[in-house]
Each structure stands twice: as structure tokens, then as C-alpha cells.
């Protein structure tokens, strides 16, 4: 699984950052978590509000910094 954290370096951006790795790391899943604060590529994803969190190329998340439980749940659609 490979997830984007895009944002520019803000304190949202970073706490998504920190929960998006903590859940990570509870749900027992690998994963490959990367930042993303180049402007162009965020645009490219059409993400006008950040933080936002992209999983395996699709935007899951954005504007926001939700739970780590919140975060598990949208880790795990779909992988079960």
C-alpha cells in the first residue's frame, strides 16, 4: 500500500502525517507512507483543500485531520 500525505508543510499537514504513520502502525498493515509538498503534484491529484491523504493513487481524505481511528477505518476499506 502505498499512501501520500499532500500538503505543504503546514501543522495540519504534519499532524496528518503523525496519525496517518500511527495507524499504520495499529492496524499491522505495510505500507509506504511519503509526503508530498510539491504544489504541482498536489494539484495534479485536484485536492483544493489540504491536508490529504491519497491511498494507492486515490484521494481518501481531504481538509481535514481525522482520528487514528478514523484513519484505520479508510486504510482498511477494501483490504479485507
Do not use: N, W
Amino acid at each position: 500500500m502505498k499512501i501520500e500525505i499532500l500538503g505543504t508543510g503546514c501543522t495540519k499537514c504534519k499532524a496528518l502525517f503523525e496519525a496517518t504513520k500511527e495507524a499504520v502502525a495499529q492496524s499491522g498493515k505495510f505500507a509506504q507512507i511519503e509526503k508530498v509538498e510539491d504544489i504541482q503534484k498536489i494539484m495534479g491529484y485536484g485536492v483544493m483543500s489540504t491536508p490529504a491523504l491519497v491511498v494507492d493513487g486515490v484521494v481518501k481524505l481531504s481538509g481535514k485531520v481525522p482520528s487514528v481511528d478514523e484513519l484505520k477505518r479508510v486504510l482498511l476499506e477494501g483490504k479485507e
